[in-house]
Each structure stands twice: as structure tokens, then as C-alpha cells.
T-cell receptor, first 113, second 113 residues
Framework: EAGVVQSPRYKIIEKKQPVAFWCNPI?????LYWYLQNLGQGPELLIR????????DSQLPKDRFSAERLKGVDSTLKIQPAELGDSAVYLC???????????FGEGSRLTVL | DQQVKQNSPSLSVQEGRISILNCDYT??????FLWYKKYPAEGPTFLIS?????DKNEDGRFTVFLNKSAKHLSLHIVPSQPGDSAVYFC????????????FGTGTRLKVLA
């Protein structure tokens, strides 16, 4: 069974440029998460989807970040414009609510110059 | 407000001995607890989980213990192997439909050959 797939793995951009990350969750997982991980820290939740509905986006900086989950499967996280402080790893994860297990993708490492 | 805490940033253990990683939490409304292993430049890999209604779960060399009265979680690795060297994160899932996973800041385990 394929795991959570993310792309791109690495992205280097200049500040004020836009960037987008894509995620394909594990088949059948209705809940999808985007997390932010800074060096030396644990993952921090940005947004959670149940099917196509964003049920928790309280920690998403909505002035520059946006996300969508097309047809309740793939998801895209966008930053526009990017700032220096956005340099981090963006992790996508999916789960089945009844099992409690959460599975991560490899992450997308963003460097903003 | 750090609801999930890993107070030891690092741990060194001799190969073949037991590794014990600890985690404390402050919120009684978590229903699942999980452990992840993370290698550099990779996403967190799910290791083992435990439901809040249990006090022990075992999977091969990995055992997780849950002490609800002390709000304490631990991961035992026996015997430790050099390949276990990584950063370990504990996580807790909010109950009552929130399904929000909160992570600790991680403990770096080094297994010495």
C-alpha cells in the first residue's frame, strides 16, 4: 500500500515569491493534516481536513497561507507571498479516525532566501 | 502552553541495552498516544500507539507504557540497536471529535556500538 506522497521534496525561492505543496494521502484516509516543522521542534498543526471540509484551520496564517482539498483526496498548501520565516519543513499526514494512527509523508523542505 | 512535553533532548545508550524515552502530558482529554521515529531529511515514521484505555502495548522490540494517573508515557526499546539512532517524538490525539495530534519536541537517541 502506498504511503502519503508529497511534492516537491525541496523548494528554494526568493522572498515574496509564491510556492505550493501537494499531498496525496493514503487511499481511504478521510482525514488529512498539514503540519509545519521547524528545526529542533515537533510538528505543529496548520490545518486539518475531514473529507473536503477544513474543520480546524485556527493555526493557519490566513493572510498568506491557503489550502484546499480537492474532492476529499489530494490537497494543496500555498504560501503567497513567502517570507524568510516560512523556511521550514511542511509535512502532510493522513489518518483513519477509528484507528488513531497518523501517517506522514516525507515532507517538503522550503528555503526562502 | 506545551500540552505534550519531552524533557530530555538527548539520550545515549549502549547497543544491546534498554532505551527508555519519556513523555509527559497535561490534558486528560487525549484518547490515543503515539511514538514516531525521525531520521534526518525524512518524515516522521509511525512506530507504535496506545489507546487511553490501555496501559501497555508491545510490538517486537518496542513497548509503550501509559500511566494515566501520572499523565506519563514511555517508550522502551529492547535491545537497542545502532539503527535505532534517531529523533523520537511522542504525540497525543485529542478526544471528543477534535482528532488534533499534538507533538512533543523530540528526544535524540544515540545508540553506541
Amino acid at each position: 500500500e502506498a504511503g502519503v506522497v508529497q511534492s516537491p521534496r525541496y523548494k528554494i525561492i526568493e522572498k515574496k515569491q509564491p510556492v505550493a505543496f501537494w499531498c496525496n494521502p493514503i487511499s481511504g484516509h478521510n482525514t488529512l493534516y498539514w503540519y509545519l516543522q521547524n528545526l529542533g521542534q515537533g510538528p505543529e498543526l496548520l490545518i486539518r481536513y475531514e473529507n473536503e471540509e477544513a474543520v480546524d484551520d485556527s493555526q493557519l496564517p490566513k493572510d498568506r497561507f491557503s489550502a484546499e482539498r480537492l474532492k476529499g483526496v489530494d490537497s494543496t498548501l500555498k504560501i503567497q507571498p513567502a517570507e524568510l520565516g516560512d523556511s521550514a519543513v511542511y509535512l502532510c499526514a493522513s489518518s483513519l479516525v477509528r484507528t488513531g494512527e497518523l501517517f506522514f509523508g516525507e515532507g517538503s523542505r522550503l528555503t526562502v532566501l | 502552553d506545551q500540552q505534550v512535553k519531552q524533557n530530555s533532548p538527548s539520550l545515549s545508550v549502549q547497543e544491546g541495552r534498554i532505551s527508555i524515552l519519556n513523555c509527559d502530558y497535561t490534558n486528560s482529554m487525549f484518547d490515543y498516544f503515539l511514538w514516531y521515529k525521525k531520521y534526518p531529511a525524512e518524515g516522521p515514521t509511525f512506530l507504535i500507539s496506545i489507546s487511553s484505555i490501555k496501559d501497555k502495548n508491545e510490538d517486537g522490540r518496542f513497548t509503550v507504557f501509559l500511566n494515566k494517573s501520572a499523565k506519563h508515557l514511555s517508550l522502551h526499546i529492547v535491545p537497542s540497536q545502532p539503527g535505532d539512532s534517531a529523533v523520537y517524538f511522542c504525540a497525543a490525539r485529542g478526544a471528543s471529535g477534535t482528532y488534533k495530534y499534538i507533538f512533543g519536541t523530540g528526544t535524540r537517541l544515540k545508540v553506541l556500538a
